[in-house]
């Protein structure tokens, strides 16, 4: 059949579903998530993982010391053949770490004969077909209150067609390779040495998942990517067949950023990287399909061996309601797309993500995946270093500093679709400015593992000693990273206390590979025990505890503290002041 005959019948279906006593309550056409129990019977084998990931996909893992798991293998072969035996069932994708299917059904005997085979665990409406009887109110694409805008976070993009060239100050040259307009935003990540000493993200492969590309197959800022092979490949998860440049510019602006190139007016940060340019967000809607199209899309990245992932998207709420997240469930590993960033970063990828442009609505909090404990999430600040509004807020639910650093994100230079230069704000800027900088950095230091070189950016961050909920981290400094890396992290390896001579409202920081219970001691100078503390738990990433509230019944004088961990007994020890 054809598509305009299948689009009539949808046509035809959804008007039968709006007549008054024809409608199903129990059954919605639409994109169902299918969940399989196992993967019983399964033909693939952990020994022969070339039958499902490339060459380059297994070297990452090998190079960093990262082993296969049950969790990697395709879903039973077998499974998806039985949903597609049913010719009212479109297969759209399966996937390996969530063990399921997504469908399109259009018909509800054959979504309960799909529920009724035993290797079906549950099914989920993640998106549900139109119904054209729908009544249209006010304007559709404004919102207010509690009501978000596109994952894309499209409300703050705004191309401003400005005369750039008459504005000196954008200027910066690096010993004669001329970025343009983009100078300004390198010189505040002080990126300029890597990219000068020919560290331009040469030999690294950068999967950018966002809504769409529009006409980055012919403008020329792109020219030097497509002229040496470097746009690898395209995948559409949103629309079949595929309609990348044709669909939202916002990739486009978002790809520049990292590989766009126009001497004396523009350059992204990672010119020489290679990209695969991965539609999973329909920015015409908000369903939360988007996140299981991230999900394939994050599988694919690693299939393919990517090295870095750039997502310059994230969600909270839909436009069903009851599919809405709450800030409780910002905690790091329970929304679909922060379990898909964990299990990328898990596989060694360096996950890049928007923070969000909430921080001037009632929501102000980070989206998701940018509260993932794998995901490095990058807010917004101008060109001065101070926070952009719309920049969104942390902690997640649990706790966690969150966004992890900020870049320029407030009027960035992109490239336009008329060939010349605009401008643009959100995070979606900022996120690519240290993603493409990051596979630069990490060409430089190729041995080095995802969860290093997430670290040495961490720490190179301004406000490191000293985070907060806005700035997180602080603006990182990608000089001082490649010194970390260099130098292997010493002292940083090291707990630290800070502010030391100590407060009630010091803390200590320590960074964990993993979830692991720890306890406490503080001994005088005598070694003498005076205070012990146990029951908590560190989580993956940067940790940062404030035990000192507890130490007021303590002389003034030196101490030390000791922090052990529970499961292995190893120790690290620190020396603080008491004078108060």
């Known amino acids: ?168 100050a954008w200027r910066s040259v690096f010993h004669g390779l001329d970025p343009g307009y983009s100078g300004a935003s390198i010189d505040q990540i002080n990126g300029q040495k890597l990219l000068h000493d020919g560290y331009r993200g040469e030999g690294m492969l950068i999967a950018v998942l966002d809504g769409g590309f529009y006409a980055a197959d012919q403008l020329s800022v792109f020219s030097h990517l497509w002229g040496s092979g470097r746009i690898a490949g395209t995948r559409d998860f949103v629309e079949i067949p595929e309609n990348l440049y044709a669909s939202s510019p916002h990739g486009t602006y978002v790809l520049s950023v990292m590989g766009g190139l126009r001497p004396g007016a523009l350059m992204g940060t990672a010119i020489e990287a290679t990209y695969w340019l991965i539609r999973t967000e329909d920015v015409a809607t908000e369903y939360l399909i988007e996140e299981y199209n991230w999900l394939a899309g994050a599988e694919l990245a690693d299939s393919l061996g990517a090295d870095v992932i750039n997502s310059s998207l994230g969600y909270t709420r839909f436009d069903d309601p009851e599919q809405d997240h709450f800030y409780s469930d910002l905690n790091g590993e329970t929304t679909v797309v922060a379990k898909a960033a964990n299990k990328a970063f898990e596989r060694g990828i360096l996950v ?13 909090y980070v989206g998701s995946p940018a509260d993932s404990f794998g995901a490095l999430s990058i807010g917004a600040v101008d060109i001065d270093g101070l926070v952009a509004g719309f920049s969104s807020r942390g902690p997640t639910a649990d706790g966690r500093i969150k966004p992890d650093v900020m870049a320029h994100g407030l009027s960035v230079p992109v490239a336009d679709l008329s060939e010349g230069v605009g401008l643009a704000s959100g995070t979606s800027f900022s996120s690519p400015m240290i993603a493409g900088m990051s596979a630069s950095l990490w060409g430089k230091f190729p041995h080095v593992s995802a969860s290093q070189l997430k670290r040495a950016i961490i720490e190179s961050g301004h406000l490191f000693l000293h985070p907060d909920s806005i700035y997180g981290n602080g603006i990182p400094d990608f000089n001082w990273a490649s ?76 101490y030390f503290l000791r922090m052990i961990l529970n499961a292995s007994g190893e120790f690290s020890v620190a020396k603080f002041i008491k004078v108060w």
């Open 352 to 364: 890049v993500n928007s923070a969000g442009n909430y921080g001037n609505q009632t929501w102000r």
């Open 1 to 168: 059949m054809g598509k305009t005959g299948f689009s009539f019948l949808l046509v035809l279906l959804c008007l039968l579903m709006a007549l008054p006593g024809l409608a199903q309550d129990e059954f919605k056409a639409g994109y169902y998530w299918i969940s399989f129990t196992d993967k019983l019977g399964t033909p693939y084998n952990l020994n022969q993982p070339e039958e499902f990931l490339s060459p380059r996909a297994l070297s990452r893992r090998v190079h960093q010391g990262i082993a296969l798991t049950p969790n990697d293998l395709p879903p039973n072969p077998a499974y998806i053949d039985s949903l597609k035996a049913d010719i009212e069932v479109q297969v759209l994708y399966a996937s390996r770490w969530l063990n399921g299917a997504m469908i399109l059904s259009s018909e509800a005997e054959s979504l309960e004969r799909i529920r009724s085979f035993p290797f079906v665990s549950g099914t989920e409406l993640v998106k549900p077909l139109p119904i054209i009887f729908q009544s249209i109110g006010d304007d559709q694409d404004l919102w207010e209150g509690e009501r978000r805008p596109s994952a894309t976070q499209t409300n703050e993009i705004e191309l401003a067609y400005e005369d750039l060239f008459g504005k000196k």
């Open 483 to 558: 010194r970390l890396l260099q130098y292997d992290f010493q002292p940083a390896e090291q707990l630290v206390i800070y502010p030391n001579p100590i407060s009630p409202s010091s803390f200590l920081t320590f960074h964990s590979e993993s979830h692991q219970p720890f306890h406490l001691e503080v001994f005088d100078l005598r070694g003498q025990l005076v205070y012990s503390a146990g029951g908590e738990s560190f989580f993956p990433g940067y940790n940062r505890i404030q035990p000192f509230e507890e130490m007021t019944h303590l002389d003034n004088g030196v």
